[in-house]
């Protein structure tokens, strides 16, 4: 099985392969062993959710090959959060409304001002920026991974 079996942040296109010259790959996506009834292997598997392929190879003059069994993982993470307002220097407040394009993100954020950093809280309304500071966020939801963090700094004059 090529691309090894493991973990992966995106779909992957699993291809099939024997080292027995003429040999048929028949191979499985639900969990059954595959027999020469099962679907036959002739192009790339592509696997965009969490799946496990079995394949068995079947030759002229051979024995069925052992069962190869291989579990892809995919863990597609949650959006980055957005930001209403660009990072830079502003002279007065600025109001900032965090959001997030993964359906049932939510959105957790930190900040920054000076020495004194905040415990992460759940995003539940804009955020009122008056002095210079530093403002992390991360979303996470439910069958995804977190989200990248996006920093954003803000000086206020």
Do not use: H, W
């Not at 996506?29 to 679907?39: C, W």
């Not at 036959?40 to 969490?50: G, P, Q």
């Amino acid at each position: 099985m090529t691309p090894a079996v493991g973990t992966y942040s995106s779909s992957q296109s699993v291809k099939l392969s024997s080292s027995t010259s003429g040999a048929t790959i028949y191979y499985t996506t639900n969990g059954a062993t595959p027999t020469a009834s099962s679907a036959r292997y002739s192009d790339a598997i592509t696997v965009s959710a969490t799946r496990t392929i079995k394949a068995v190879a079947v030759a002229s003059n051979y024995d069925n090959s052992v069962v190869a069994s291989g579990t892809y993982t995919i863990e597609t993470p949650a959006a980055t959060p957005t930001f209403s307002v660009q990072a830079g220097t502003y002279t007065g407040r600025q109001l900032l409304t965090l959001s997030d394009t993964t359906a049932g993100a939510t959105i957790y954020y930190k900040t920054i001002r000076g020495a004194t950093v905040t415990l992460p809280k759940k995003y539940v309304g804009p955020i009122s920026v008056s002095e210079t500071e530093t403002i992390s966020a991360i979303a996470v939801a439910p069958g995804y991974t977190d989200s990248s963090v996006t920093i954003v700094s803000y000086i206020i004059n």
